[in-house]
């Protein structure tokens, strides 16, 4: 396959909010595009690195960065070039983005608005809200309405090998998704437009639990049918819960959503599925969150997330499981891997499949619980079998 560089198509200017691992391999891509690109990152030493040895210290720190990438910092960037800018794309995680836009807000010039992109997979703790809930708390529901979701299936450090990778665009207007579209579009790097942000942003951030849930299912050991349990009936929750909320329940058979959540649940690289690993190894969460070096949005997410099942009445047992997981199940009191840990429940949730409509036997019967327990040599595990 040859992955030759497509022809600009005129060169933007882009300010991407974030040096993490995304912020700056998107940063990379859109600088070997020939694009303009300016990076900000609150750490000074990631900012002195990327403009003077063209890498980045604590991060993708293999990669050489393009000589072209200019990296600004730690101040907040200014208004004026901010105003220079032609796109703003958003690399943070989903906590620091209300705090991030309030600051952006005023210095933006409303009569020239620049294409503003998110790629954040997250659900905020606090308010529960999506980030085009806080697009429209903090910008207004004008700039909300032309923000752009990326999200989808991709591995930073595989972008910067140039792996072939696509993912889902989404925006309520279809001239910022077709525009953000342009911008990405590589041979390696394709996008699929659309026009349902929320369930764009749902499917992105929903994801991370379900790789926590696979994760954890590895890490006790077990084996391919249940990962390939967790991730179908991982994606019948997701949509379920996606319908509820107002999406499109096509949007969770997209890149964002099925294939977002196969990549998760299925690779070590995701942290997400590596903070579920460890747990299941009988790791501590605090321990795990102190030495993962990153960011594992679904910690965070499945907190947002319970509020969310619990005030729109869904029946989600999975993602309650890792609730529990995570923040109800005392491993310090009980002794880690000796703990029951109740550590996911997949099996006959009676409420079916919105995708393909599949129910299992106990559909139509109001059980509360069925439960089958599997003993393994250290720990008990149980596997909730909700009945709608
Ligand atoms: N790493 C990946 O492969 C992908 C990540 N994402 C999403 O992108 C977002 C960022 O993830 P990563 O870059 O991987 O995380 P990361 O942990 O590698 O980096 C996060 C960066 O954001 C900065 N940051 C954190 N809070 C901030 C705040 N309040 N204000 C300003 N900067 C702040 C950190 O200093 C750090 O540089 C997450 O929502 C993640 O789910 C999406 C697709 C792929
Ligand atoms: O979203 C990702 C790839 O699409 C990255 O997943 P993790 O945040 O779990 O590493």
Redesign the pocket.
């Known amino acids: 396959m040859s992955l030759v560089h497509k022809e600009p198509c005129g060169i933007s200017k882009v300010l991407v ?9 998107l940063a990379d891509h859109l600088a070997d595009s020939s694009h303009d690109v300016v990076v900000w ?3 000074p030493e ?1 900012v002195q690195h990327l403009n003077e040895s063209h890498r980045n210290p ?2 993708l720190q293999d990669h050489v960065f393009p000589d072209s990438l200019k990296a600004v910092g730690p101040e907040f960037p200014s208004t004026e070039l901010i105003r220079q800018m032609d796109v703003l794309l958003f ?6 983005v209300r ?2 836009l309030k600051l952006l807000t005023p210095k933006l010039d409303e009569s020239n608005l620049p294409l503003l992109i998110f ?4 659900i905020e703790i606090g308010t529960h809200a999506l980030t085009l809930d806080i697009i429209a708390d903090t910008c207004g529901p004008k700039i909300a309405k032309v923000a752009t979701f990326i ?1 989808g299936p ?4 595989e972008i910067v090998r140039r792996q072939p990778t696509s993912v889902s665009v989404a925006s309520l207007s279809d001239e910022a998704a077709q525009k953000a579209s342009d911008l990405f579009h590589q041979p390696w790097f394709r996008c699929y437009t659309g026009g349902d942000p929320i369930g764009v942003e749902l499917a ?1 951030a929903l994801k ?1 639990v379900y790789a926590i849930a696979a994760g954890v299912a590895d890490g006790l050991n077990f084996e391919n049918n249940t990962r390939a349990m967790l991730i179908t009936r991982g994606l019948a929750e997701m949509t379920r819960i996606g319908t509820a909320y107002g999406a499109s329940p096509l949007t969770f058979l997209t890149l964002a959503g099925v294939g977002d959540l196969f990549l998760t649940c299925s690779s070590p690289t995701s942290r997400n599925y590596t903070v579920g690993h460890r747990l299941g190894k009988g790791e501590k969460l605090d321990h795990i969150l102190d030495t993962l070096g ?2 594992a ?1 679904g910690v965070w997410t499945t907190k947002g997330l319970k509020k969310i099942i619990d005030d729109l009445g869904v029946t989600a047992p999975i993602a309650t499981a890792v609730y529990e997981v995570l923040y109800e199940v005392d491993y310090r009191q009980t002794g880690g891997r000796k703990s029951e840990v109740i550590a996911f429940a997949a099996a006959n949730q009676g409420a079916g499949s919105a995708v393909s409509g599949e129910t299992s036997p106990e559909a139509n019967e109001k059980v509360g619980i069925g439960c089958l327990t599997i003993r393994m040599p250290r720990l008990k595990m149980s596997i909730f079998s909700l009945a709608a």
């Open positions: 909010f974030g040096a993490g691992n995304f912020g700056s391999c990152s609150r750490s990631i604590e991060f690399a943070i995680p989903t906590e620091g705090e991030n790629v954040n997979k997250g999200s991709s591995f930073a450090k992105g991370n990153s960011v949005e």
